[in-house]
């Protein structure tokens, strides 16, 4: 049985949550509570194994309880968010202070009773998560004010070596791990991340403010450029096609796949006709298996391909999926991919 801890500033919203989640059979409510004040408290005596948490509260608002509850006791915590710009900052701020996903905040009653069954998904999923201890040095904010230096670009790169990275549950903080530890002259690198609208360009701004690499939102038709990372947009698919001698993005409105828009299935089987031998793949944290079977005809095209070892994600699902399936060349710890995929890209460019 999963307990939930419902956090929330509004009546109307805590007892849909209350509702959703006591009519599950595999569920039920270890509290509800206004305010993060009251559920520290809750937390000691009814041990929830999720929490659900409003990111704007009066008294301590959502950051503030989650710093506190991953230095003491760490739990999968699902952040409801707006889906305003501040509201997208804050909900990434979180997912990199240890929060497993995020979730909008209906802006009707017309909406509530259609997101019941993703809520219920993404609380499931949580319940799986590993989640680790956040010490006092996260509580920074990740710089945003003054961006790391770039490499000058003025040209597309040739159709050499190109990057592909799929992530979902774990994927904002297994990304921007790996994405700061790469030099600006890398491969350019696409990135299909399960997000919603409204907060991959955000994602996009914050990661480029503390990369050496160009790190943006994918643009239909825009070549691909050395030095560059492209995010698939929330709500969208992300492909590479190759033109004459050089790359271009794609990013379509086709339908979802594997139950996700951006999925990683189209991402890795477009990589695997445009870029062939010369692409490289890698599966990150997530739930389900999107992109396994995709990842397994990357690697039969000759690409090099890499998933994420289960002891270092957060969900090891995608990535389980593709071992199982052996599409995964490699399987590798979250702290060795930046330096294994440094070697792929000096080997690819000799």
Known sequence: MIRVLVIDDSAVMRAFLARVIGAQPDME????????????????????????????MPGMNGLDFLRKLMSVKPLPVIMISSLTREGAETTLRA?????VDYFPKPSSFQELDGVGADIVEKIRTAAQARVKRHGPAASGPVPLAAATPKPAVSRAAAAGTVIGIGASTGGVEALRNILTELPGSMPPILIAQHMLPGFTETFAR???????????????????????????????????ARRANRYVVRVTDDAPVNRHRPSVDPLFRSMAEAAGERAIGVML???????????????????????????????????RQAIVLGAAGEVLGLADMARRLREMAADGAA
């Open 95 to 99: 997912l990199e202070l240890g929060a």
């Open 206 to 240: 914050r990661l480029d403010a503390i990369c050496e690499m160009t790190v943006k939102q994918a643009d239909d038709g825009e070549d691909v450029l050395q030095g560059t990372v492209y995010v698939a947009p929330g709500g969208r698919h992300l492909l590479l």
């Open 285 to 319: 944290t997530g739930m389900g298996g999107d992109g396994a079977e995709a990842m397994l005809a990357l690697r039969q095209a000759g690409a090099r391909t890499i998933a994420q070892d289960e002891a270092s994600c957060v969900v090891f699902g995608m990535p």
């Open 29 to 56: 409510v270890a509290g509800v509570v206004p305010d993060p004040l009251l559920a520290i408290e809750r937390v000691r005596r009814h041990a929830p194994d999720v929490i659900t948490l409003d990111v704007e």
